[in-house]
């Protein structure tokens, strides 16, 4: 039996890319409150982690868990913050039309792979200050990287 890493790293994905889209496509009063709920739990988590540990004590894996519970907790505020702009949307735009409402769901299911795309910008910015390496060639990278990972779900999702 072989342990394959790029296998487990892919089936992670897959689940992780399965869950934003149960969290994402929650209805409405169920999925705010199980993202407020876990964007709470995870602020405090990330708040107590950067409060108590030190990075010179913890191993690689104690970073790598850091920086895990960072992507998670942009990801769920961006999470949120799309819900909000989706309930006003709603709120104002209550349209019947069923061309409208095919289409709004179409759009829908591209929102939580580009959110987990977006919600890495904070970690790559956080990588290249930690190297001393935050410039404009850098920060033009990341928008680069975005840009073509964001063209790249919409065109195939």
Do not use: H
Not at 1 to 26: N, R, T
Not at 67 to 78: D, E, G, Q, T
Not at 97 to 107: H, V
Not at 131 to 145: E, P
Request: net charge positive; glycine share 2%; hydrophobic share 60%.
């Amino acid at each position: 039996m072989s342990f394959d890493f790029a296998e487990v790293v892919q089936d992670l994905f897959s689940f992780w890319c399965f869950f934003c889209y149960i969290v994402y496509g929650m209805k409405y009063k169920l999925s705010m409150f199980f993202t407020t709920s876990l964007l709470l739990i995870i602020a405090a988590l990330l708040i107590i982690l950067l409060l108590f540990i030190n990075p010179e004590n913890v191993s690689a894996f104690g970073l790598l868990g850091i920086l895990m519970v960072m992507y998670l907790f942009f990801f769920l505020l961006l999470v949120f913050i799309c819900q909000v702009i989706d309930r006003v949307i709603n709120f104002f735009n209550n349209r019947k039309n069923p061309k409208d409402i095919l289409k709004q769901q179409k759009n829908q299911r591209k929102i939580p792979y580009i959110i987990a795309v977006l919600a890495l910008v904070p970690l790559f910015l956080i990588s290249f200050n930690s190297l001393g390496q935050v410039n404009i060639l850098n920060i033009s990278l990341i928008v680069l990287f975005e840009i073509l990972a964001i063209f790249y779900i919409v065109k195939r999702v």
